[in-house]
């Protein structure tokens, strides 16, 4: 795929053939090759032809080939005239990073991390399948598709400050569970509260560097503090939303007036019936998603402080933020100097609202949302914060991880034999695991360096570093 260097951070894709607008991908010259070598440009491209879109179709630098629409792509499309797309959300609807901070220090839960990993692992289901302590019946799952991480709040799971700093306040508006089927609902029933498979996680880690000093005491950071990160989403009701309206909307597209350049980004007009019920059913499982992370995250809370004998003054655990990354959102941006009302899809990429944005909690909104970027397993985490030049250039957008450089095959192939665990161990990581495979999928040459996709979106200014975590004990699924 042809395309020109507009700087050291950025390569933009010119219009050709059927593209509606350009393609611009951010990277540097260290991350081009990997991108070179597969065809997630092609996908930057497609995504261009879509009705609606507006200004460009973007990608950030974790970016990797995904359905549809590439991983790490973001894509804006006028409420009005432009389209929504499962594609363009992924399979893991609302899939997202919670990280809450603590009073405590490595010296006050050495002596204990073995004890802390294996509590964590039986308190935290993990796996492909996993179920959860909490059993809903029909009207309590309804409850939470439309209440999100309220529904676990008020079931004595968390504080109201959580949903202060959770965005969208956990719960997102035109939720209706009507629109999810019932082998959707079947499945989410018992998963509530597990963490999943794959680069799902929960990690508890150190802050082991502050590059910025005002944001990281505004996000209540320190060196040397000990922090709780998790990662999941919204398990098989979400995969099974995906699911259901791709077969919709893969039948619907052959009466679009358009011609798809790929059938995995079958689409509706938003505002077409079809496009509607998908966002309800997909804001049903980002709810579900918001309240599944503030359960996990209760359960860690609960967890330190039994194997710790602490009571909750002493662990003074609190939440930081909740990123999402697979959404389609509702949005107000400017473009080309005027107010648009847009749906901005984010997949694999993280929201970056900047200072003084009125849906950037009150706490944070001199300095701009915290973003949440982690890496693989056995590297180090970043925390960032969303910037002026985000809402100007990319919708408020920037990367959500490492992104991966091999499938998951290529990796069991290329760490066969080795000992992933002891290898981690040797660089002072505790590891439980559920599944045969699970660590030789995610050994850390799978991905790119979280480091140098940090740095590009640093450099180009639409999201800046504020603190790296180094995790200690992962729990993975």
Not at 170 to 192: F, H, Y
């Amino acid at each position: 795929m042809p395309y020109e260097t507009l700087d050291e951070c950025r390569i933009e894709i010119p219009r050709t053939g059927a593209m509606r607008v350009p393609g611009r991908v951010y990277t540097s010259p260290l991350l081009l090759p990997h991108l070179e070598a597969e065809q997630a440009l092609v996908q930057v491209a497609n995504v261009a032809t879509l009705p609606g879109i507006v200004s460009a179709s973007l990608a950030m630098p974790d970016i990797h080939w995904g359905y549809g629409f590439p991983i790490g792509g973001v894509a804006a499309f006028d409420e009005e005239e432009g389209i929504i797309s499962p594609g363009g959300v992924g399979y893991d609807i609302n899939c997202g990073v919670r990280l809450a901070a603590t009073g405590l220090t490595l010296d006050d839960i050495r002596p204990r991390l073995e004890k802390l990993a294996d509590a964590l692992f039986a308190a935290v289901p993990s796996g492909v399948g996993s179920t959860g302590f909490v059993k809903l019946s029909k009207s309590d799952q309804k409850k939470v598709l439309t209440s999100g991480s309220r529904w676990a709040v008020e079931e004595g799971m968390g504080s109201a400050s959580d949903l202060d700093n959770t965005e969208e306040g956990g719960a997102m508006a035109g939720a209706d569970p009507g629109a999810v089927s019932e082998k959707a609902l079947a499945r989410g029933r018992d998963q509530l509260g597990t963490l999943g498979s794959g680069n799902h996680f929960l990690e508890v880690g150190l802050v082991e560097e502050i590059y910025d000093e005002e944001a990281a005491g505004v996000f209540g950071l320190a060196p040397g503090m000990v922090t709780v990160l998790l990662h999941s989403g919204s398990r098989g009701l979400g995969y099974q939303v995906c699911d259901d309206y791709l077969s919709l909307m893969t039948r619907h597209a052959k009466n679009l007036p358009f011609v798809l350049p790929d059938r995995q980004l079958s689409c509706a007009f938003f505002g077409s019936e079809e496009g509607r019920r998908y966002f309800s059913a997909m804001a049903a499982a980002a709810n579900y998603a918001w309240a599944n992370r503030q359960i996990l995250m209760h359960q860690a809370r609960e967890t330190l402080m039994r194997v710790l004998s602490i009571s909750p003054r002493d662990l003074s655990m609190r939440l930081v933020y909740d990123v999402t990354h697979n959404i389609a959102k509702r949005e107000r941006h400017l473009v080309d100097g005027k107010p648009r009302r847009l749906l901005v899809h984010r997949k694999g990429a993280t929201r970056a609202f900047g200072p003084g944005h009125e849906d950037v909690c009150a706490a944070y909104r001199k300095v701009g949302q915290p973003v949440l970027v982690p890496g693989d397993m056995g590297r180090y985490s970043y925390v960032l914060k969303g910037t002026a030049r985000a809402m100007e250039e990319t919708f408020g957008s920037t990367c959500h991880g490492a992104g991966r450089l091999m499938s998951r095959n290529a990796a069991v192939k290329e760490s066969r034999g080795r000992a992933i665990h002891k290898e981690l161990l040797s660089r002072g990581i505790i590891v439980r695991w559920t599944g045969r495979l699970t660590l030789e999928e995610e050994v850390s040459e799978a991905y790119k360096d979280v480091s140098d996709v940090v740095e590009v979106v640093h450099r180009a200014g639409i999201s800046e570093k504020v603190a790296r975590l180094k995790p200690l004990i992962v729990v993975k699924g």
